[in-house]
């Protein structure tokens, strides 16, 4: 069966009702942004389901209290000014004050320190990004105009298909549809394929493009690259064990007429669920290949997915050549 | 249309006694810097509206999920061509008009050093923008890959896209012009005893902003020629199926793309340092500091390009080359901001309009310095690259930076221009309206984007459905409240109460310009001023 689905990642409206007036939100939110801990709320980063995912999120927290700090000071400064030195209420200039080397130097000197103690965390952070060592899985990831494509290698090789926005949403979002997107469920982040992987596992993905630039972003794996034509950018992920689920995000890179219209959604099962699921896809695979003894490529994977819509038919390799 | 509009806010004639053409002869023909400059900035305004419209086409389809107006290629014409008119026909125009009006006045000279490569850079912008707009009602319809340009979409583009290239070759032909006649009359044209030390704020910051134009506007002619040759001449600069790399055009563009950015930022802290002293009756804190400030910003906007690209692939050395000299921005603009903080500390301050646009730039300048900061760490990036978080930070730096300076200089300098003073109360209405609404309009699209939706995108996820609406409505609010911004400025044209030739006599005003009349003089300083 297919992992737990409930959409707890990116749940609709979870923040109606409880909202602060616009005028009061910039503070309270900004507090309140701390408090939550769990992936997005509506109006932060999702914390996310991977280490790294984490770590970028105590990275943006770290700078967002940093800034949030120099503001008191700064904006208190310019704020007691606004309201002691009015010339409203007597107050006299002290021409005098020109200039300070020593207050100058010193508000050269802070920032450079507090720059730094941003900028090591950050800089060990890229290294980690950067290592693709040691990866258990690799999917190539293509994008379409505007369609993404997942071929995996290693143990699921040979499955190939593509994913598409799903019907629902596709009739909803025409102009002039008629339809409520409120009454489509995960409107615009629901696809008829999700990219299928298994938890605890540390997946590769090989990224490119088959036309334009698109940009493969997954918010809960901090995950979001350019999809080049002509060339590939790696990235790597690995979901915590116990975070099975349904991941949703968004093609990241204007890429033409559909460019809000192509999401990605990833479908974490645990491992044992994984193998499973690859071997019904391998034995569609022989199935679909059996009468005619073709090479893969005709598959119509993904029937085990949720809610599938009519198979999507796999393209033949040759369409994939780059440009 | 600008020709109709420069005339209604010409200033009054009262000093044709030196052969000046009159009529439509005086606008189409003219060398003087102070027409010039008016009609830059007209144009500017006539710009700035028809951007405005379009953002408002864009909030109007943003307003709720599912598409309701335009269909997704309209809306992303339209957020290309938002963005190009208000960079290249809105927000530059402006400052080059403030220089054009105000630099001459500022270091003591008649005029500009080059007045007739001055009309010229004048007036190839209509016909840049006309080229440009028309291109909405061809088959196909206007440019829709964003302002960026990135191939291999741009490259999709029909008959769109050798008309944009041309329009940008006319605007960089443009800019370079005035660039380098700004940079001529400051060099030669200062009176005696300026030197470059005791030259005003403003005139430093576009001096250094002249040097930058003049060095990054050929780099994105190149860029878009090398486009227009491998869509039309079978070249493959850009296309990896014939050895190119789509990526190079990004490199290039974002060489221009940065320092083009403090182009339309440094202009402004000119600005903002000649408001906060007048109005805070004490001189600018630390004024050489501030301009070395401005020149090592200029001079690192030329190695931070890369932060534009962390998400499409870069080896590891260039991330962290380029997320620590864009970090190191954060020291230079850290030093202006606290001198102008130090400047209104221990001053005698006062509220007329201007100073209220100035003091609003420096808190919400502020925080775009502070979300720009964030986008500094690479990691970090990955999560907000693309996403409505950037679009709330370059808005913050655009909008109530950029063009909160502009209408600050507008309010500071109106009088001298006109001769009149303006509506006070209307003028302190716009303001409000506007500073109110500005944040309404871009304070939820941090949520937005931190939450995870995407940019360029006409219709999204129903959990984003609140914050879009906020921000359509501060967006419509906003827009709205600039209708005043011209009414005012018809009104005070027309006439007024008459502006004395220091115009702020209450303030602290100082520079050059307040010795002339105001209006000034067709001629401005027919005799150079000494300066002690």
């Excluded at chain 2, 007036?123 to 319809?141: N, V």
């Excluded at chain 2, 309009?353 to 100035?358: E, G, R, S």
């Excluded at chain 2, 109106?414 to 302190?428: E, I, V």
Aim: hydrophobic share 50%; net charge negative; aromatic share 12%.
């Amino acid at each position: 069966m297919s992992a737990p689905a409930s959409d707890i990642q990116r749940p609709h409206g979870l923040f109606h009702g409880r909202l602060p007036k616009a005028a009061a939100a910039l503070a309270a939110c900004a507090l309140s942004a701390a408090a939550v801990a769990n992936t997005s709320n509506g109006y932060n980063l999702p914390v996310g389901v991977t280490q790294m995912s984490r770590d970028i999120y105590d990275l943006h927290m770290e700078a967002f209290w940093i800034c949030v700090g120099i503001a008191i000071v700064v904006f208190g400064a310019m704020i007691y000014s606004l309201v002691k030195f009015r010339a409203s209420q007597g107050a006299v200039a002290d021409t005098t004050m020109l200039h300070s080397t020593k207050v100058e130097i010193a508000w050269t000197i802070v920032p450079v320190v507090i720059l730094v103690v941003m900028a090591i965390p950050a800089a060990e952070l890229i290294l980690k990004m950067e290592d693709m060592r040691n990866s258990d899985l690799s999917i190539r990831v293509t994008g379409y105009q505007w369609k993404w494509e997942y071929q995996y290698m290693d143990a699921g090789a040979g499955i190939d298909y593509f994913s598409t926005l799903k019907q629902d949403s596709n009739f909803a979002r025409q102009l002039h549809s008629g339809i409520d997107p409120n009454s489509v469920q995960n409107y615009l982040l629901d696809v008829d394929h999700p990219l299928v992987v298994p938890s605890g596992t540390k997946v590769r993905i090989i990224l490119t493009s088959a036309d334009v630039i698109h940009a493969w972003y997954v918010p809960d794996f901090a995950l979001k690259r350019s999809a080049v034509p002509g060339f590939i950018n790696e990235l790597w992920f690995k979901v915590d064990t116990g975070k099975e689920g349904i991941y949703r995000g968004q093609c990241a890179a204007l890429c033409g007429r559909d460019h809000g219209f192509m999401p990605v959604v990833v479908d974490v099962r645990t491992p044992d669920d994984f193998k499973k699921w690859v071997e019904e896809q391998k034995a569609q695979i022989k199935q679909a290949a059996a009468p005619t003894t073709e090479a893969p490529g005709a598959e119509a994977p993904g029937a085990e997915a949720p809610g599938t819509d009519a198979p999507v038919a796999a393209a033949p390799r040759s369409a994939q050549a780059l440009n | 249309m600008a020709q109709d509009l420069a005339h209604d806010t010409a200033h009054d004639s009262h000093d044709d006694h030196n052969h000046a053409p009159t009529g439509i002869k005086r606008w189409l023909f003219s060398t003087n810097h102070k027409d010039i400059g008016t009609m830059y900035l007209v144009f500017s305004l006539i710009m700035f509206f028809i951007g405005g419209a379009m953002a408002m086409v864009i909030r109007a389809e943003l307003f709720k999920p599912g598409l309701q107006i335009v269909d997704p290629e309209r809306f992303n014409q339209m957020t290309t061509m938002h963005a190009l008119i208000m960079i290249f026909g809105a927000v530059m125009p402006s400052f080059v008009g403030l220089a054009n009006w105000m630099v001459p006045l500022q270091i003591g000279a008649p005029d500009m050093a080059l007045p007739r490569m001055n009309n010229l850079s004048f007036w190839i912008l209509p016909f840049a923008f006309t080229i440009l707009l028309s291109t909405l009602l061809m088959p196909g319809g206007a440019p829709a890959a964003g302002w960026t340009m990135y191939p291999p979409l741009v490259l999709q583009s029909g008959d769109s896209m050798p008309m944009l290239i041309f329009a940008v070759h006319l605007m960089g032909a443009s800019s370079i012009m005035g660039a380098i006649n700004i940079v001529v009359t400051i060099m030669n044209m200062r009176a005696p005893g300026m030197n470059l030390l005791k030259m005003p704020l403003f005139c430093w910051s576009w001096l250094i902003t002249a040097y930058l134009l003049i060095a990054v506007m050929p780099v994105l002619a190149g860029a878009v020629t090398m486009l227009l040759t491998d869509h039309f001449f079978g070249t493959s600069f850009f296309n990896a199926g014939g050895g190119g790399d789509p990526l190079m055009f990004e490199h290039v563009f974002w060489f221009f793309g940065h320092p083009e950015v403090y182009i339309m930022i440094l202009p402004a802290f000119g600005i903002i340092s000649e408001i906060l002293p007048t109005f805070s009756r004490k001189p600018l804190f630390g004024a050489t500091s501030m301009i070395y400030a401005i020149a090592s910003i200029a001079f690192l906007s030329f190695i931070v390009w890369g932060h534009h690209m962390f998400v499409d692939g870069m080896p590891m050395a260039a991330q962290l080359f380029f997320m620590m000299s864009t970090m190191l921005i954060a020291v230079p603009t850290g030093v202006k901001v606290f001198n102008w903080t130090a400047t209104m500390w221990r001053g005698s301050l006062s509220f007329e309009p201007p100073m209220l646009f100035a003091i609003a730039f420096l808190f919400l300048f502020s925080i775009g310095g502070f979300s720009g900061l964030m986008l500094a760490l690479t990691p970090v990036d990955f999560q907000y690259n693309n996403t409505y978080f950037v679009v709330a930070h370059f808005h913050y730096v655009l909008v109530p930076g950029a063009i909160f300076a502009v209408m600050g200089a507008v309010y500071y300098w109106l009088p001298k221009w006109t001769g009149h003073m303006y509506n006070m109360t209307l003028a302190k209405t716009h303001f409000w309206c506007s500073a109110i609404f500005v944040n309404v309009l871009f304070f939820p699209q941090h949520f937005l984007g931190l939450a995870g939706m995407p940019r360029r995108i006409p219709d999204y996820a129903v959990q984003f459905t609140d914050w879009n609406m906020v921000s359509s409505i501060g967006g419509f609010a906003f827009g709205a409240s600039q209708i005043l911004f011209v009414i005012l400025i018809v009104q005070c044209v027309r006439g007024g109460q008459k502006a004395t030739d220091a115009v702020w006599d209450g303030a602290l005003p100082t520079g050059l310009e307040w010795t002339l009349s105001s209006p000034p003089p067709f001629h401005s300083f027919t005799v150079a001023p000494e300066i002690k």
